[in-house]
């Protein structure tokens, strides 16, 4: 069974630029999430879709960044236009609407370098 | 808000010695407490889970421990080995439901020494 994909693996892009990452889940998991982890710090929470629907977006830092989700499979999110401080690896995850135990299913992430 | 302290500093450890890390957190204790496993340029990989309820579980030579008075979990690995070189993290997950984000702590990387 095929993991959680993402594409890009890396991008650079200069200051203003727009970049798009995209996210393949496991198939059948509803549950899609995407967390960044900037240099330094902590993974942290961005937004939560459950199916094509936002369940959660408190994390997301800035109205320059949009997830979408059409049709509830593939994700994209979109950083436009990109800051310097954008910079960092962006991880998506997947898992399942039922589960005992919640586990998350981590893609390889794509690291944003923002010059 | 939450936070979530992890040692910082590298730990290394002798091939066949038992390694233990520490997660500490601040105020309310989550419903789950879950470890993840990261390899550089890899993503996290999921290891164990243990409940507000539980005070222990293994998994192979896996071991976590859950303190919610001292609020904090501790992640053994016990004869370790070179591949288990890697950076741990911690996440709280508070929420008793199934598809909720997590909380990550900055992770404890260790190397284990042949």
């Known amino acids: 069974e095929a993991g959680v994909t993402q594409f890009p693996s890396h991008s650079v892009i200069e200051k203003g630029q727009t970049v798009t990452l995209r996210c393949d889940p496991i198939?059948?998991?509803?549950?899609l999430y995407w967390y960044r982890r900037v240099m330094g710090k902590e993974i942290k929470f961005l937004l939560h879709?459950?199916?094509?629907?936002?369940?959660?977006e408190s994390g997301m830092p800035n109205n320059r960044f949009l997830a979408e989700r059409t049709g509830g499979t593939y994700s994209t999110l979109k950083v436009q236009p990109a800051e310097l401080e954008d910079s960092g690896v962006y991880f998506c995850?997947?898992?399942?609407?039922?589960?005992?135990?919640?586990?998350?299913?981590f893609g390889p992430g794509t690291r944003l370098t923002v010059l | 808000s939450q936070k979530i302290e992890q040692n910082s500093e590298a730990l290394n450890i002798q091939e066949g010695k038992t390694a233990t890390l520490t997660c500490n957190y601040t105020?309310?204790?989550?419903?789950?407490l879950q470890w993840y496993r990261q390899d550089p340029g890899r993503g996290p990989v999921f290891l164990l889970l243990?409940?507000?309820?539980?005070k222990e579980k293994r998994k192979e030579r896996l071991k976590v421990t859950f303190d919610t008075t001292l609020k904090q979990s501790l992640f053994h690995i016990t004869a370790s080995q070179p591949a288990d070189s890697a950076t741990y993290l911690c996440?709280?997950?508070?929420?008793?439901?199934?598809?909720?984000?997590?909380?990550f702590g900055g992770g404890t990387r260790v190397l284990v020494k042949p």
């Open positions: 995850a997947s898992s399942q609407v039922w589960t005992s135990n919640n586990e998350q299913f």
């Open positions: 198939s059948g998991h509803d549950n």
């Open positions: 879709f459950v199916k094509e629907s936002k369940q959660d």
């Open positions: 105020n309310y204790s989550p419903a789950y």
């Open positions: 243990i409940r507000e309820n539980e």
């Open positions: 996440a709280l997950d508070m929420i008793k439901a199934a598809g909720n984000k997590l909380t």
